[in-house]
């Protein structure tokens, strides 16, 4: 798969495991998670190639998937990535959990999404 593609599994399964979430349907949503963490894995491998591959997402229509990229960039682009989880932690849902306990852990020193 080339870089492009691996950000739209990511961006495909985060939507997916908050719908099967507010459906109520865990089991679906940890499978999800799974293929987006596989996602992760994959553009991370790449470097900064993978990383910057990631920043389109910054400007999604979904609270969500903005706000999973942005936890996951903010070692590699701290002031942009801290912007949109502020951003994201007013919008409500599951992204604004998401974007508030980034920035939690972020600020506490025990982020680890991407250690480098």
């Known amino acids: 798969m080339t870089l492009e593609e691996w950000v739209e599994q990511f961006a495909k399964h985060v939507a997916a495991q908050t719908d099967a979430i507010h459906r109520g349907d865990p089991r679906t949503g940890n499978k999800h998670a799974r293929k987006y963490g596989a996602a992760i894995k994959q553009l991370l491998a790449h470097g900064d190639a993978g990383r910057d591959a990631l920043l389109v997402l910054f400007k ?10 942005a936890a996951i960039l903010l070692r590699y682009r701290t002031a942009e990535a801290t912007a949109v989880l502020e951003v994201a932690a007013k919008e409500g849902g599951i992204g604004a959990i998401d974007a508030i306990m980034a920035l939690k852990h972020w600020r506490e020193g025990t982020w680890t999404l991407d250690p480098g």
């Not at 999604?60 to 990229?69: L, N, Y």
């Open 60 to 69: 999604h229509e979904r609270t969500d998937v903005r706000a999973g990229a």
